[in-house]
Nanobody, 126 residues
């Protein structure tokens, strides 16, 4: 079971970026997927989550209205579309998955998710 995160890069403030989380060895349809991020010198924080099956989505307050999580079952991939990026969004972004995982408005908990991608760097800077 592997998750491959990709799509990070350097973008100017106000710009957009889409990061992807592709699964191999299992089908994401039945999994809840979460994105976390870790900025230099800070703890990893939850960013967004999409629940298993019902595809209900949740976001940390700091990204609401700017980020959108979605899944493409045909591509076995989950996306995080990030718009209106700010310098404080700079971090390594990680995706994580767990079968039959249901997120909530309180977020996703790292200890509940057993499959993790390697992370992709997002840098927002002029």
């Amino acid at each position: 079971l592997q998750l491959q995160a990709s799509g990070g890069g350097l973008v100017q403030p106000g710009g957009s970026l889409r990061v992807s989380c592709a699964a191999s060895g299992f089908t994401l349809d039945y999994y809840g997927i979460a994105w976390f991020r870790q900025a230099p010198g800070k703890e990893r924080e939850w960013v967004s989550c999409i629940s298993s099956g019902i595809d209900r989505t949740y976001y940390v307050d700091s990204v609401k209205g700017r980020f959108t999580i979605s899944r493409d079952n045909a591509k076995n991939t989950v996306f995080l579309q990030m718009n209106s990026l700010k310098p404080e969004d700079t971090a390594v972004y990680y995706c994580a998955a767990e079968p039959k995982y249901y997120c909530s408005e309180y977020g996703a908990y790292e200890g509940d998710l057993t499959s993790w991608g390697q992370g992709t760097q997002v840098t927002v800077s002029s």
